[in-house]
């Protein structure tokens, strides 16, 4: 899960967003939309980064379509401290 971490948040473009959605669904879990507004992301951006991290096991989602709410999934919470780690590093 380490590698999956640092490939997700430093190997590719849109690492920076990625760890921004994640910090914003940690602190209250929300839906696309909520987050495209909180960010000051495009709606589709953020469908793609959830895309991303859900695929990747970061990010689990609750209800389905518009109004899905997205969170850490448990997977991500067992790894905080090399998230943590990973944050530091790319802010």
Same mark, same amino acid.
């Given at each position: ?5 640092w /490939?997700v948040?430093?190997?590719? @473009?849109?690492?920076?967003?990625? +760890?921004?959605?994640?910090? !914003? =669904? ?5 839906? !696309? ?6 960010? &000051?992301? &495009? /709606?589709?951006?953020? @469908?793609?980064? +959830?895309?991303?991290l859900?695929e990747?096991?970061?990010v689990?989602? %609750?209800g &389905?379509?518009?109004? !899905?709410v /997205?969170?850490? %999934?448990? @997977?991500?919470?067992?790894?905080? #401290?090399? =998230? ?6 790319? #802010?």
């Amino acid at each position: 899960m380490e590698a999956v971490l640092w /490939y997700v948040f430093t190997g590719t @473009r849109g690492g920076k967003n990625r +760890l921004r959605i994640l910090k !914003a =669904i940690d602190e209250r879990p929300r839906n !696309a939309n909520q987050l495209a507004e909180d960010l &000051d992301l &495009d /709606y589709k951006t953020v @469908r793609h980064h +959830l895309d991303v991290l859900v695929e990747n096991d970061v990010v689990q989602k %609750s209800g &389905d379509g518009y109004g !899905a709410v /997205y969170l850490p %999934s448990d @997977r991500a919470r067992h790894h905080w #401290e090399t =998230i943590e780690t990973i944050m530091e590093q790319v #802010e």
